[in-house]
């Protein structure tokens, strides 16, 4: 099967007592921002940006909890900001757990060794004889593919520094969302540091040999190159990702602002208008068979531009330090109290694009997955043949590892120098592992 059952029977069954209930607009998703601090500084990244005053402010555990329980969306995607920063994220990963729900922790992957280490040591203490020998393999594993030092191993075998601080271990209900865009030089000059991408191959590597599940996120940005994409994809796919998402990027005000006062670039030469994402994701139909992409394929077509869906914003709320953010997770017109404000106090009709006119000048551009693809998945424009096609993708086998894998060159050198696209051309200097 494409998907884990119990996680597909999930949200489906959630989505049928929705529907049932005659509820009309509900969560599925909720982006979870718990911080905006971030030890990275990305080109596109909105966040960072239309936050910037606040970015050493916090959201309360309770209060990211309370979030949860208030949308009731059987999904959380724990976002920010780098998540990992946030000081509770283990107890609130925990929390989510503990409310039965599924848990993406969207990460640039420059603390999950740390996280995944952190998790080794605790563990070796609680489990029993059995299970300890079990894990001192897959040590020995992790020093044999340099995932960890030899200090990192007496680390973990010395124990948990703080025996009480729940870890964040492996679980049919967690995944791992790292921040991919590209191989090794785009990504880096994308993330604006050398080094990033390498990191993310070495956690993803060892997440898999400790039994996490790992997706992987990528936006598309005007002058990426989809050949790379597909490389990577072919890469990761060797390396046991289990899902991908892919999104077009979205021209996020304060993120062009920047790019013209700090990188002296032009923003309409790295985002994408309409008619360039449709050509971008001509192949999107291809490679939904051949790797195993998150999303349905209605939004696929539409990506592909074979059909036309309007947004459904509401059903993937934003929750920050400020509030839940309305429209949505990249326009900002307001911050309500609850939910249910958001909900009622939003204008709904005032946005998204239907039939090829954008009903605000903000949205015409933008083809996201957090405002279109709930519109695909809850089947608010469903066409003859959609719930069968749906199913089909489903409930079909899982994509098999392309085994091309070893003929990308993923490490294909890196000049980040000052950020995005002002580095030089590197000769390839590593062939991928
Ligand atoms: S890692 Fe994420 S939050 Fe941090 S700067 Fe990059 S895009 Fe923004
Ligand atoms: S079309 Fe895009 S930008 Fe506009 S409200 Fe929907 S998700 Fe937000």
């Given at each position: ?108 992957a ?10 080794l040591a605790?563990?070796?203490?609680n ?15 992790l020093?044999v593919?340099?995932l ?89 796919s ?47 139909e ?14 696929f ?14 059903a993937i709320?934003t929750r ?29 009709d005032?946005y ?11 949205c ?8 279109y ?22 409930f ?18 890196v ?19």
């Amino acid at each position: 099967m494409r998907f884990p059952l119990a996680l597909t029977t999930k949200i489906a069954a959630y989505m049928i007592a929705q529907k049932l209930r005659g509820t009309k607009k509900f969560a599925t998703v909720l982006q979870l921002e718990p911080l905006h601090t971030c030890n990275l500084t990305c080109t596109g990244c909105g966040r960072i940006r239309e936050y910037s005053t606040s970015l050493k402010d916090m959201m309360a555990l309770e209060d990211c909890l309370t979030a949860a329980q208030e949308c009731n969306a059987p999904m959380i995607s724990i976002c920010g900001g780098e998540p990992l920063i946030y000081p509770h994220i283990e107890a609130l990963v925990k929390g989510l757990l503990e409310q039965k729900r599924i848990v993406y922790i969207c990460t640039n992957a420059m603390f999950m060794r740390k996280k995944m280490r952190e998790w080794l040591a605790k563990e070796l203490r609680n489990v029993d004889r059995g299970l300890r020998k079990e894990l001192e393999e897959k040590i020995d594993i992790l020093l044999v593919k340099g995932l960890i030092s030899e200090k990192d191993a007496t680390e973990i075998r010395k124990g948990p520094k703080d025996p009480a601080k729940p870890t964040i271990g492996p679980t049919r209900w967690m995944y791992w969302n790292v921040h991919l865009d590209s191989l090794e030089r785009t990504h880096d000059l994308i993330v604006e540091r050398e080094g990033v991408f390498k990191e993310c191959i070495l956690a993803i590597k060892m997440a898999k040999v400790l039994g996490y599940q790992v997706a992987t996120n990528t936006t598309i940005y005007k002058e990426t190159d989809m050949q790379e994409v597909e490389q990577m994809f072919d890469y990761l796919s060797d390396l046991g990702v289990d899902g991908h998402t892919i999104s077009p990027g979205y021209e996020y005000d304060a993120a062009k602002k920047d790019m013209i006062k700090r990188l002296n670039l032009q923003p309409e030469n790295f985002f994408l208008t309409r008619a360039m994402t449709i050509k971008k994701f001509q192949k999107i139909e291809e490679w939904m068979q051949r790797y195993t992409l998150l999303g349905t394929p209605v939004y696929f077509e539409f990506l592909a531009g074979k059909r036309d869906l309007t947004c459904s914003a509401w059903a993937i709320p934003t929750r920050n330090i400020r509030g839940w953010k309305g429209p949505c997770y990249l326009m900002t017109d307001a911050h309500y109290s609850s939910y249910a404000e958001l909900l009622g106090k939003t204008q709904w009709d005032r946005y998204g694009v239907v039939n090829g006119v954008a009903r605000d000048s903000r949205c015409e551009n933008c083809m996201v997955h957090c405002g279109y693809e709930p519109t695909a998945t809850l089947g608010l424009q469903a066409q003859r043949g959609d719930t069968w096609k749906t199913i089909k993708f489903n409930f079909g086998p899982k994509p098999k590892p392309t085994g091309l894998g070893s003929e990308v060159l993923a490490f294909n050198g890196v000049t980040s120098g000052n950020g995005h696209l002002t580095g030089k051309r590197a000769e390839p200097s590593a062939q991928a592992s």
